[in-house]
């Protein structure tokens, strides 16, 4: 029975102008804050696109210097933000604006923390309470999402990895969030299938994985279902025969993924992180393959919270198995794997992949306890 006489504190994020269209109001928006400089922070395929050149085009025009970083990895590492900070340094930037996917945004709000705070990078890791030490202003900060995967958007923490290791550090403050998010779904529409499946599923898992993390807030827990209704909605579409429709709908859908994952995530992030780390998975494509095999790792216990998934995702049986077989499906129907194997993962790999995904944050936020060996039996399941 949760104990009501506990104070809480829940976090809803920044303002979001939502709609096709929306990121044309950028320039006249950075001309109210009196901002001239900015530092647009984006991923090397991104920095290609037409949409892209574009929003560059459409600063110019409006006399604004402008200066793109674009030199990131896909899993980004603390070089990528070193590298950004003195682009950002150098070329006498004012503000910081990120643009694209999960990665492109974790290494533009680590640039952001970058610019006044001095100390080693990793001093900030949330999870030591570097928090702490984020006591300095830091650069006006806006987002642009060309994915709807992360959500990372509208959240207030970049994930890290180390250079050699590849070790994933948390960088986390409430100042790292965006002050204004312009999220156009029309800048999704020429995303490729394979994009759009793998950042699908990862919105899915953060709206599943959130709806059960163990943590009492239940208006995250009503924003996951509804994110989860809307994506099981549209996924299929937005994948195959994508339109304004399918796309928007996926984009709210990830931006309320990832506000509701402020409760936690869980035993599939476990599983998933360690792949990226090791294998450079794709972290859509990790978390797609494995989010069945954690799905049915936690139904025993939880059998009323997967009644309400199954509920929401309207199938003919509401139960936990119902739900896993719908995941299995659906990971079909996007041409993404139902097993580990083919995401190219080997037996070899399983033994240190147990060993990180207990060694990873998420899990303890999951609504059972994830041992080793449980993490070693979900990866044998899978392979």
Do not use: W
């Not at 804050?33 to 085009?57: C, N």
């Not at 937005?238 to 506000?259: E, F, N, Q, Y």
């Not at 299995?328 to 580990?340: D, M, Q, S, Y």
């Amino acid at each position: 029975m949760t104990d009501f006489n506990i104070i809480r504190q829940y976090n809803f994020p920044t303002i979001i102008r939502f709609g096709a269209g929306a990121v044309k109001e950028l320039p006249d928006h950075l001309a109210a804050q009196g901002l001239s400089r900015p530092l647009l922070v984006t991923d090397p395929m991104v920095a290609q696109l037409e949409f892209f050149k574009q929003i560059k085009d459409n600063l110019t025009s409006r006399s604004f210097s402008v200066e793109v970083f674009s030199d990131i990895h896909k899993n980004p590492v603390k070089s990528d933000v070193e590298k950004g900070g003195d682009a950002f340094n150098s070329s006498g930037r004012d503000c910081i604006i990120g643009i694209g996917g999960g990665a492109a945004m974790d290494v533009a709000r680590a640039i952001v923390l970058r610019i006044h705070h001095h100390r080693d990078l990793f001093d900030y890791d949330d999870l030591i309470g570097g928090d702490q030490y984020v006591t300095e202003e830091v650069p006006y900060f806006i987002t642009i999402p060309t994915t709807s995967g992360t959500g990372s958007e509208v959240g207030r923490s970049a994930i890290i990895s180390e250079d050699d290791t590849h070790r994933k550090r948390i960088l986390f403050s409430p100042k790292l969030l965006a002050k204004i998010v312009y999220a156009d779904p029309l800048l999704t529409m020429d995303l490729p299938a394979f994009v759009t499946a793998a950042t699908g599923m990862d919105a899915l898992t953060h709206n599943l994985e959130a709806y059960l993390a163990k943590n009492y807030h239940p208006m995250c827990e009503g924003m996951a279902l509804e994110g989860i209704a809307l994506i099981d909605q549209s996924i299929a579409q937005a994948v195959h025969t994508p339109d304004l429709s399918s796309r928007s709908k996926m984009m709210i859908a990830s931006l309320m993924g990832a506000v509701a994952f402020q409760k936690g995530l869980g035993v599939v992030h476990s599983l998933a992180h360690p792949m990226s780390s090791l294998l450079d998975t794709h972290h859509g494509l990790a978390n797609a393959v494995n989010l069945p095999y954690g799905m049915r790792f936690n139904i025993s216990g939880f059998e009323d919270k997967f009644r309400k998934i199954a509920r929401t995702m309207e199938l003919k049986e509401e139960t936990g198995a119902a739900v896993v077989d719908r995941l299995f499906a659906l990971n079909r129907e996007l041409n993404l794997p139902v097993r580990l194997r083919d995401a190219g993962v080997k037996q070899e790999h399983i033994e240190t992949l147990a060993d990180l995904a207990f060694a990873d944050f998420c899990h303890p936020n999951n609504p059972k306890p994830v041992s080793r060996e449980d993490f070693l039996k979900l990866y044998k399941e899978g392979l």
